[in-house]
């Protein structure tokens, strides 16, 4: 096991379940155990014909699908039934990555409401904590009801990032005083609950910015291995995009992507020796 700074780290998703009020963070933990899977991939393709493709080739691999809505060149509502779907047949979450970044009556009503009305088909989507607790308190009135789930993001993957230190300290004391809605956080590390001068309490950590071949891309983009990502740094789920789809055999690299996750939590958790 590793020298866990966090109680949480060392214990099954499925016994964490238990940690969690919101409904959408139980389902999400379960059925990775059920699974054994912690990954998810970041399908940010430009047509639907290949986000569904995609969706329904590799939901066989993943926990959670995640999806920039919005950069879809030929998006039709039929794409959202179709989703859904997959994500029934599949057993997996749809993470609509939509960063959320304004005060709470606008993000309420970009939630709600627009082209992709996206709280009624997104089981989770995540928010920049820069307007202050607003920002959740509006997220919240639109998901809380539909039993929706929200992740704050504490830290980013990319070179020169604003979001760290006493910043992402705050999102997490954001995240404890609203934790029956904001269920977690993208970051790198898992942060200690102590660091925010609040009670420690479990939070699901998903972690972009993981590849097994390449250090980053020209735009700033910063990678590191499932291992670093699940092991060293406590994280629960592992975002992989352009490592998987843009691969020749996408599902090849996403069983690999499982694997190294996955072996790295049973590790993490005391379930398999490192030696394995
Ligand atoms: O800090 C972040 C946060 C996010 S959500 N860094 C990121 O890269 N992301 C997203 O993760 C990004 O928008 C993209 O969808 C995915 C990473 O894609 P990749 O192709 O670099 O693996």
Redesign the pocket.
């Known amino acids: 096991m590793s020298n866990s700074t966090s109680p949480y780290a060392s214990q099954r998703y499925s016994a964490r379940a238990a940690n969690f009020a919101n409904a959408t963070a139980v389902q999400l933990l379960n059925l990775m155990d059920e699974k054994k899977t912690n990954l998810s991939v ?1 399908v ?1 393709v430009t047509e639907k014909k290949d986000l569904l493709r995609l969706a329904d080739e590799l939901g066989p691999y993943i926990c959670v699908l ?1 999806t ?1 809505i919005d950069i879809l060149t030929d998006f039709d509502p039929s794409v959202i039934t179709t989703l859904t779907a997959l994500a029934q047949k599949h057993n997996y979450l749809i993470f609509e ?1 939509r ?1 959320f970044a304004d005060i709470g009556s606008t993000v309420a009503a970009q939630y709600a409401h627009g082209v992709y009305k996206i709280a009624s088909w997104a089981h989770i989507t ?1 928010a920049h904590p820069v307007p202050g607790d607003g920002i959740v308190h509006g997220l919240a009135q639109v998901g809380l009801p539909l039993g929706r789930a929200l992740l704050l ?1 504490a ?4 070179k020169g ?1 604003l979001a760290r230190g006493e910043y992402s300290q705050e999102t997490l004391r954001m995240a404890q005083d609203n934790a029956e809605f904001v269920v977690g956080f ?1 970051g790198q590390r898992r942060l200690k609950g102590t660091e925010s001068g609040k009670e420690e309490r479990d939070f699901l950590y998903m972690t ?4 097994m071949a390449q250090p980053g ?1 020209a735009l700033g ?1 910063q ?1 590191r291995s499932p291992e670093q990502v699940v092991e060293e740094s406590e994280c629960d789920v592992v ?5 998987i789809y ?1 691969a020749q055999d996408p599902v090849a690299k996403a069983r690999e992507y499982r694997e190294a996750g996955w072996n790295a939590y049973l590790r993490r958790t005391g379930q398999t020796g490192r030696s394995e």
Do not use: C, F
């Not at 830290?155 to 990319?158: F, H, K, R, V, Y």
């Not at 975002?239 to 490592?243: A, K, L, S």
């Open positions: 970041a940010d995640k920039h990555d960063k995540n993001l830290e980013m993957s990319s990032t993208i972009p910015g993981v590849s891309d983009q990678y975002i992989v995009g352009r490592g843009g």
